[in-house]
């Protein structure tokens, strides 16, 4: 069982930045590799950014903004997002899936969930 915790939300303003942490224990940290997800409000809950074998993957919304690094001393992910637009502002989730499932964009993949951590960009 893997267990995950988001934290580093908080309110900023537009055109700065934040880094997301996603700490894990349990299961064995290489095994599985982290997606982002978020939900604003009356929207559904959709894909951000994912790790992949062969580097990072994001949605074309956060593309070029948004990255994600490793930390495995720490078993956490960070997700590391520059130049914040008040539309990015939603309740952040990273979740775990099996490094074998390639299907990253796709919320099905992911096994286990976050309780998520909410980010608020003004304007």
């Known amino acids: 069982q893997v267990q995950l915790v988001e934290s580093g939300g908080g309110l900023v303003q537009a055109g700065g930045s934040l880094r997301l942490s996603c700490a894990a224990s349990?299961?064995?940290?290489?095994?599985?590799?982290i997606g982002w997800f978020r939900q604003a409000p009356g929207k559904e809950r959709e894909f951000v950014a994912a790790?992949?074998?062969?580097?990072?993957r994001t949605s074309d919304s956060v593309k070029g903004r948004f990255t994600i690094s490793r930390e495995v001393a720490k078993s956490t992910v960070y997700l590391l997002m520059n130049s914040l637009k008040p539309e990015d502002t939603a309740v952040y989730y990273c979740?775990?899936?099996?490094?074998?499932?390639?299907?990253?964009?796709?919320?099905?993949?992911?096994?286990?969930w976050g309780q998520g951590t909410q980010v608020t960009v003004s304007s």
């Open positions: 349990g299961g064995t940290f290489s095994s599985y590799r």
């Open positions: 790790e992949l074998w062969s580097g990072v």
């Open positions: 979740a775990a899936r099996d490094s074998g499932r390639y299907r990253y964009t796709i919320q099905a993949s992911y096994d286990y």
